[in-house]
């Protein structure tokens, strides 16, 4: 079975950054459409960010937009997600997915990673 890996968490003031990273066995994140789901404490898993398999088109949730970033490097079988501007509502375990198809809802369908937890102080 493919695991999906995350890292790159932190605890990190607010107005500051991090850079996660997704990488997994195979092919698996090179041959898909990715996506950046997080869930925070008490609450359900939500989609935060999608990348086309070229890289060339993203997708952000309007609560991310303009302060996160995600790219991939599909030679290294990996994808990225840069968090500028953090606040303490980011604070969530972060975790990358294929996406089922381009758009809303925006569905994963692999298995779920460990994910890689982001904290945010205020």
């Known amino acids: 079975q493919v695991q999906l890996v995350e890292s790159g968490g932190g605890l990190v003031q607010a107005g500051g950054s991090l850079r996660l990273s997704c990488t997994a066995s195979?092919?698996?994140?090179?041959?898909?459409?990715m996506g950046w789901y997080r869930q925070a404490p008490g609450k359900e898993r939500e989609f935060v960010a999608a990348?086309?398999?070229?890289?060339?088109?993203?997708y952000y949730v309007d609560s991310v937009k303009g302060r996160f970033t995600v790219s991939r490097d599909n030679a290294k079988n990996t994808v990225y997600l840069q968090m500028n501007s953090l606040k303490p509502e980011d604070t969530a375990i972060y975790y990358c997915?294929?996406?089922?198809?381009?758009?809303?809802?925006?569905?994963?369908?692999?298995?779920w990673g460990q994910g890689t937890q982001v904290t945010v102080s205020s």
């Open positions: 195979g092919r698996t994140v090179s041959a898909n459409n």
């Open positions: 990348i086309s398999r070229s890289g060339i088109t993203s």
């Open positions: 997915n294929p996406v089922q198809s381009w758009g809303s809802p925006w569905s994963a369908f692999g298995a």
